[in-house]
């Protein structure tokens, strides 16, 4: 049951949920979480940049990872999007176990 957890931000609430939906629809993510908004202060091409962002968690089976972030990179906004993958180490595993089975062709919809 090897389950990830990925984030990435997106500039504003509609486009953060479209692609929320769309990585559930898939069967890409079991679940996301569009959370409020952040400030975010990066770096971008020699200047400090702040922008407000909305962060998305997004839950899924390690090897649909290579889709998804393909998913991500086609419908994101962001020339070089922030897409990271933590391994969920710990968890509760009727819950891990869930991630995996609806990240499957033919789960329940």
């Keep these: 049951m090897d389950s990830l957890l990925v984030i990435t931000n997106l500039p504003d609430r509609v486009s953060a ?4 939906a769309l990585l559930v629809e898939r069967q890409l993510a079991a679940c996301v979480n569009v959370l409020a ?3 975010s202060v990066y770096r971008w091409q020699g200047e400090v940049q702040r922008d407000e962002e909305h962060p998305l968690l997004i839950k ?10 393909a998913l991500i990179r086609a419908n994101h906004p962001y020339e070089l ?3 990271v993958a933590v391994n969920i180490v710990h968890g509760l595993p009727a819950y891990l176990q869930w991630i995996v089975s609806e990240t499957r062709a033919g789960a329940p919809a």
């Design 17 to 20: 949920e479209k692609l929320a």
């Design 81 to 83: 999007p922030e897409i």
């Design 37 to 39: 908004p952040c400030s």
């Design 60 to 69: 899924t089976a390690q090897d649909r990872y290579a889709d998804l972030e």
